[in-house]
T-cell receptor, first 111, second 115 residues
Framework: DAKTTQPTSMDCAEGRAANLPCNHSTISGNEYVYWYRQIHSQGPQYIIHGLKNNETNEMASLIITEDRKSSTLILPHATLRDTAVYYCIVLIIQGAQKLVFGQGTRLTINP | KAGVTQTPRYLIKTRGQQVTLSCSPISGHRSVSWYQQTPGQGLQFLFEYFSETQRNKGNFPGRFSGRQFSNSRSEMNVSTLELGDSALYLC??????????????FGSGTRLTVV
């Protein structure tokens, strides 16, 4: 699985958009980009995933660059409940596999 | 619908003992994965089961084992506990091995403390 690089921590004001970057320069053509988050002492929560095109769901938007070497997770109107560690993971959707979690980005939403 | 249920939520064991943790996946999910989370190593994959068969295994010693039952419920066992086994153990389920359109769904975990 391709390795990802994320900033260790970020801050964002409540109500503003939180933009979390992820570099995955060694991603291969059949690897998807997944985002999970983990709120303190809970299990990770799936947020969104994509292959090439930008994706949006009720939680967030995912912007993947044309060369697929980086992506950005966007929380459009961050709330205090979005304070969590956010993990960017790349992997192939097929067969037995494992999620390889890096250290993630600790996002703090400030009032 | 009910989420992934892990029992017990908290557990304290003594070095040398063994422990069994349980995971009930979301109804209809047949794949169950286990992860260990520690402050030092972060989240690490232990193993994945599907149709009662282990499909993938992480780099953990043989003291860590698991199994899956015909109803997809899974258990993991750690024998001869060491202090370093203190961790949050997380279970995740999906319809089948690999990611569904909604990714893996994680439980809240079992926090194991070895003293």
């Amino acid at each position: 699985d391709a390795k990802t690089t994320q900033p260790t921590s970020m801050d964002c004001a409540e109500g503003r958009a939180a933009n979390l970057p992820c570099n995955h320069s060694t991603i291969s053509g059949n690897e998807y980009v997944y985002w999970y988050r983990q709120i303190h002492s809970q299990g990770p929560q799936y947020i969104i995933h994509g292959l090439k095109n930008n994706e949006t769901n009720e939680m967030a938007s995912l912007i993947i660059t044309e060369d697929r070497k980086s992506s950005t997770l966007i929380l459009p109107h961050a709330t205090l409940r979005d304070t969590a560690v956010y993990y960017c993971i790349v992997l192939i959707i097929q067969g037995a596999q494992k999620l390889v979690f890096g250290q993630g980005t600790r996002l703090t939403i400030n009032p | 619908k009910a989420g992934v249920t892990q029992t017990p939520r908290y557990l304290i064991k003594t070095r040398g003992q063994q422990v069994t943790l349980s995971c009930s996946p979301i109804s209809g999910h047949r794949s169950v994965s286990w992860y260990q989370q520690t402050p030092g190593q972060g989240l690490q994959f232990l193993f994945e089961y599907f149709s009662e068969t282990q499909r993938n295994k992480g780099n953990f010693p043989g003291r860590f084992s698991g199994r899956q039952f015909s109803n997809s419920r899974s258990e993991m066992n750690v024998s001869t506990l060491e202090l370093g086994d203190s961790a949050l153990y997380l279970c995740a389920s999906s319809f089948a091995p690999g990611q569904s359109n909604y990714g893996y769904t994680f439980g809240s975990g079992t926090r194991l403390t070895v003293v």
